[in-house]
Structures are given as C-alpha cells and as structure tokens.
C-alpha cells in the first residue's frame, strides 16, 4: 500500500506560478513511477506529468509543455509540480497518482485525495 497526501494548491491569478507537493508513505518510493492528473467537473481525469522512479524519464502533456515541471526527491519521498505561467484553463483538482510503470493513462494504482488548483483571469 501507498499512501498519497498533496498539498500546495490554492487560487493564484493568471501568470503566476504554484508548486504542488505529493507527500508519500508505505513502500519503497522509488519503486514507484509518479504521476500528477487533473480533473475538471464533468470531464475525465487526464496525464499532466509523471516521472520514473529513479527520476531518469518524465513524461509533460502538450498543454502544460514548457511551463509546468515535475521532479522527486526520494530522499524525502515527495514528488513536486512546478507550475508557471499558469493560465485559468488550468483551474482544476490536481492529483497525485503512484504506480509500479510510468504511463499516461489514468489507471493508477494509488491516489491522493487531490488539491485544488484555481487560476484566475
């Protein structure tokens, strides 16, 4: 078992930058690939970012390329999500999400309980 817990959410305006924390505990970190999802009422929960184990490979989607980045510390057993230029598009609860592979589709293993993330214009 893995559990998640995230943190760093809140409302920002439009251009500004947040940096979500997701806090994990149970088994060994870096045995897990990390991942951040987002999800708007109505809508599926869909791939921001996620990164190997060992931090090696990230994976960014297209629509936050060159703006939000992911990394983690297995030292701490926290993954990060470095989002700037934030736009209010990006007004959603934010996800963190661990399993044994890294991939973009939306059926991992374990989940934090999600922050909220709003952007305003």
């Known amino acids: 078992q893995v559990q998640l817990v995230e943190s760093g959410g809140g409302l920002v305006q439009a251009g500004g930058s947040l940096r979500l924390s997701c806090a994990a505990s149970?088994?060994?970190?870096?045995?897990?690939?990390m991942g951040w999802f987002r999800q708007v009422p109505g809508k599926e929960r869909v791939i921001v970012a996620a990164?190997?184990?060992?931090?090696?490979?990230?994976y960014v989607a297209a629509s936050v390329k060159d703006r939000f980045t992911i990394s983690r510390d297995n030292t701490k057993n926290t993954v990060y999500l470095q989002m700037n230029s934030l736009k209010p598009e990006d007004t959603a609860v934010y996800y963190c999400?661990?399993?044994?592979?890294?991939?973009?589709?939306?059926?991992?293993?374990?989940w934090g309980q999600g922050t909220q993330v709003t952007v305003s214009s």
């Open positions: 999400a661990a399993d044994e592979r890294l991939r973009v589709a939306n059926d991992y293993a374990y």
């Open positions: 149970g088994r060994t970190f870096s045995a897990y690939a």
């Open positions: 990164v190997s184990g060992n931090g090696y490979n990230t």
